[in-house]
C-alpha cells in the first residue's frame, strides 16, 4: 500500500528552481507532520525541512532563505519550493510522515543541479 508519492525532480543549472509534491492519503495528511529530508551519494539522510499539521514550520540551517515547505489540506498534499538550487544540492529528495497515523516514506525522486 502506497501512503506517499512524490513528484517534481529532475535536472536544473545552479541557481534555478525545482517544486517538490507528495501526495498522501488522507488518513496520514490529516494528523501527520510532513517532511522532506535527502541524501546525497556516500552521506547520510538529512532532514530539508518539516512542517506540522498546524504549519508550523522547521528548516534544515543550509536550507533557509532557498528553499520553502508548505502544504495543501485540501489535497493531501505537501510541497517544497527550492529556489537559489546548489550542486551541492544534488541528492534524492524523500517525503517522510509521522506521526499518529505511523511512521512513512516516499520512494524518493532525483534532483541534481548541474554547475
Known amino acids: 500500500q502506497v501512503h506517499l508519492v512524490e513528484s517534481g525532480g529532475g535536472l536544473v543549472q545552479a541557481g534555478g528552481s525545482l517544486r517538490l509534491s507528495c501526495a498522501a492519503s488522507?488518513?496520514?495528511?490529516?494528523?501527520?507532520?510532513m517532511g522532506w529530508y535527502r541524501q546525497a551519494p556516500g552521506k547520510q539522510r538529512e532532514l530539508v525541512a518539516r512542517i506540522t499539521t498546524r504549519g508550523r514550520t522547521n528548516y534544515a540551517d543550509s536550507m533557509k532563505g532557498r528553499f520553502t515547505i508548505s502544504r495543501d489540506n485540501a489535497k493531501n498534499t505537501v510541497y517544497l519550493q527550492m529556489n537559489s538550487l546548489k550542486p551541492e544540492d544534488t541528492a534524492v529528495y524523500y517525503c517522510?510522515?509521522?506521526?499518529?497515523?505511523?511512521?512513512?516514506w516516499g520512494q524518493g525522486t532525483q534532483v541534481t543541479v548541474a554547475s
Open positions: 488522507s488518513a496520514i495528511f490529516s494528523i501527520n507532520a
Open positions: 517522510h510522515s509521522e506521526g499518529p497515523a505511523g511512521s512513512f
